[in-house]
């Protein structure tokens, strides 16, 4: 900063003295001017008379004494005087001289007649010498002076600004943000010994750390609180975020059982047929057991039949028990997709040959393996299949297909029916809750909502397939691997 000022001195100092000394060198070279120019009319008032009658008497002595006397004179450099009425022919232009010609005139008889002339001429290197040797007084004078002045102004403004300034930088070193704290030796600056606007400063810093420090306090228990207050909402949050979970457990469980409860007549008549071929069977068994016509081979054929409608009926109740199960995985099994539709299947398969819907399965011999949660699984295709359902029963000959396959790295279930399709306008609107395309009294619009947010946390989706001519819903789940 001392640098800085000093260097700012000497620039403002030289400033002012160039302009200084231009401006006296111009008035001094005008002086000089002017003088040499009263010289000449000095000469041409004082001394044309007595030339001119030196002239006109040819008193060559007297005018050798004026001639003598005229060139003593100051800013006379050279003169010429002559008779002659020709013009005198002046000096070489580069001698640089200042020229006044005078004409001389002498009366005789009342008559005026020419007599001669003069030419006087004065120097100008001589005035150029004399502003030289003034121009390097001013400059030595004002330089000497300007570096006195910045000297001085150096040495007070050292003494009574720099001192404090730096005693207050030392003692702002101790004033640490982060550490929320000032040291002792900051109060200890004391004001006393100084005076006008330093004294100012430090009285407004001292109160700035008395103020940074009342607001310090007061953060810290505003931090305090906040993090009570934010552990406060943690926990609150956690605990929303376990009853949303449980909520939404309840509402996937309710929906699956609300579409179990839907087929749960034709469920009970599926069980029930094959119950009456077996029941069949043994009574056939039964009234023959005592007949020698009752051959081996027909007791097996009996027996084979009822196992097999037994097998039926325990696929139906284990596909019926699976989807009716609280108790849901937590983590993603390795399954065969192929018996969670085959199971799903069966479940459907007697709903809607009671309501001559053709249903159609296709579901490949190739195992394909995903990694999900089985119940869950079901419960997807479970809507969709009851979708398919509602919107192909009205239809003159109703159909509906179920269709796995895969492609590669993707397992997909496809539900295609030929009811009436998804309006244009509301295809966009499916997915969101209670959102529903059906009547009034029918469906609670979350099938789709659920089957998608169950879908996506398998890393899958469900969608609507809008190149498709008829209605076709996909689940679309990561393959894990197929197996022949």
Known sequence: MSRKLTWSIILASSIVTIFVTFTQLLYDYKRELDEIHSTFHYIEKSHQGVIAASLWHVDLESLKRIDSGLRDLPNIDFLVITFSEEPLQRPDARANLIMHQVDLHYTQAGQRQFVGRILMGSSKSRVYEKLARKLLIILVTQATKTFLVAAFMLFIFEHLIMKHLRRIARHARWLHIENRRLSPSWTSLESTDLQGELKDVVEALQEMQRTMENSYKELEEVETKLRQLNA?????????????????????????????????????????????????????????????????????????????????????????????????????????????????????????????????????????????????????????????????????????????????????????????????????????????????????????????????????????????????????????????
């Open 232 to 484: 406060s909402l943690e926990a609150e949050v956690q605990k929303r975020i376990q009853e949303n979970e449980r909520q939404q457990m309840l509402i996937q469980n309710s929906a699956r059982l609300s579409a179990l409860g839907e087929m749960a007549g034709n469920i009970a008549h599926e069980i029930n047929n094959p119950l009456m071929i077996i029941s069949g069977y043994i009574r056939i068994i039964r009234s023959h057991m005592d007949s020698p016509r009752l051959l081996p081979e027909k007791l097996a054929f009996f027996g084979q039949k009822a196992e097999e409608t037994i097998e039926r009926i325990t696929g139906i109740v284990r596909g019926l028990l699976r989807l009716s199960s609280h108790d849901v995985p937590a983590n993603l099994q390795e399954i065969a997709l192929n018996d969670v539709v085959r199971d799903v299947a069966n479940l459907c398969r007697m709903r809607f040959l009671e309501n001559h819907i053709n249903f159609e399965v296709d579901i490949p011999l190739t195992r394909i393996i995903v990694n999900c949660r089985p119940v869950e699984i079901s419960q997807i295709i479970i809507n969709l299949l009851n979708n398919a359902f509602d919107a192909a029963k009205d239809q003159p000959k109703p159909w509906i297909k179920l269709h796995l396959y895969h492609e590669p790295e993707r397992a997909l279930v496809a539900v295609h029916d030929n009811g009436p399709g998804v309006p244009e306008n509301l295809r966009f609107r499916i997915m969101e809750p209670f959102f529903s395309t059906k009547t009034y009294g029918h469906g609670t619009g979350l099938g789709l909502s659920i089957s998608s947010a169950i879908a996506e946390q398998h890393g899958g989706k469900v969608y609507l397939d809008e190149h498709s001519r008829e209605t076709r819903f996909i689940l679309e789940l990561p393959l894990s691997n197929i197996k022949e």
